[in-house]
């Protein structure tokens, strides 16, 4: 049995998300800092260029995008559950536009210049201007922009009163009931990111309930863990063998054919593509295998929702 293994920094966002995921499902992990900008070497090695964080490893599987990997962790173990019976639907539907809209409208109003400038008070210069480069260039050549600034104030009491609506119901003290889902960390990541600095923080702190609510959804924790080096990552993967396919029977309505060289790469942002032999194409999954001269024959996983194939 192989260790869960977390590449990721500690300000990501979605990083964040999945780190209270693992603590959600009381589960020990190994944790691999890695570098917040490009290049990120040992990663690339695993993943084949999937830039975005955060990346679980499980031996010589990759999962990448945070909702595939509360898919994997609830497959590693079913109770708590992220997904409550009957409720998989408007679960998983509101935790996609919390890490779509919901997440671009926080990114705007943190990366204002006032904000900004408090996060990078205490870093170097040459620091911050690689983090914006960066930035820039993740979203560049995807199908999504920075939302304006004005918009983003605009829109944000609507999604905050919208959030303290549905709290305000008598069902329990998280979105949907008495515990939480995976739609409860999926806005929480959004709202933990605007609490880094004073000039969003306010945005969040204003409105009791949600932070009621999201006290409650951070004292979950991040679960037991310890450090290990992005070298030794690699080193598990090389010494391990990719694990079984899905059951499912394969499934691609584009016409990619099993065994076929393909390219993954999302839609919206951090577009780098990742190539190799598609494995398999299930309902909400895609795999592609791959060799690596330090990693040797992995499978990167991705969610098939925001995803696409393209023949190599």
């Not at 914006?132 to 939302?147: C, E, P």
């Not at 070298?231 to 990719?242: G, I, L, Q, R, S």
């Amino acid at each position: 049995m192989h260790e869960l293994i977390l590449h990721h920094y500690p300000t990501s966002p979605f990083a964040e998300k999945a780190r209270l995921l693992l603590g959600f499902k009381q589960l020990s992990w190994r944790s691999v800092t890695i570098p917040p900008v490009m290049p990120k070497p040992d990663l690339t090695a695993l993943t084949g260029g999937y830039r975005r964080t955060p990346v679980l490893q499980i031996g010589a599987d990759i999962y990448c995008d945070t909702a595939l990997i509360a898919r994997r962790l609830e497959a590693e173990k079913a109770t708590p559950a992220l997904f409550p019976e009957g409720q998989e639907f408007v679960v998983a539907a509101l935790a996609q536009w919390a890490d779509s809209v919901l997440f671009l409208n926080a990114v705007s109003l943190m990366f204002q210049p006032a904000s900004l400038a408090l996060r990078f008070a205490e870093v170097p210069k040459a620091f911050a201007e690689a983090f914006s480069k960066d930035r820039a260039q993740l979203f560049s050549s995807g199908s999504v922009s920075r939302i304006p600034l004005e918009q983003a104030k605009n829109d944000w009491p609507t999604f905050m009163a919208r959030l303290q609506q549905q709290l305000a119901r008598e069902e329990g003290e998280f979105l949907f009931g008495s515990a939480p889902s995976l739609a409860d960390f999926a806005v929480a990541h959004c709202l933990w990111f605007l609490r880094a600095t004073p000039v969003t923080s306010v945005l969040v702190d204003e409105h009791a309930d949600v932070v009621s609510w999201l006290d409650k959804v951070l004292a979950v924790g991040h679960g037991s863990f310890s450090e290990m080096s992005s070298a030794e990552a690699v080193d598990v993967a090389a010494a391990a063998e990719p694990a079984a396919l899905p059951e499912q029977a394969f499934s691609e309505p584009n016409g990619f054919t099993l065994g076929q060289r393909v390219a993954v790469a999302p839609v919206d942002y951090g577009v780098d593509p990742v190539e190799g032999e598609l494995v398999f194409a299930g309902d909400e999954e895609i795999i592609v295998r791959r060799e690596d001269p330090r990693a040797g024959q992995v499978q990167v996983h991705f969610p098939r929702v925001g995803y696409r194939l393209e023949a190599r």
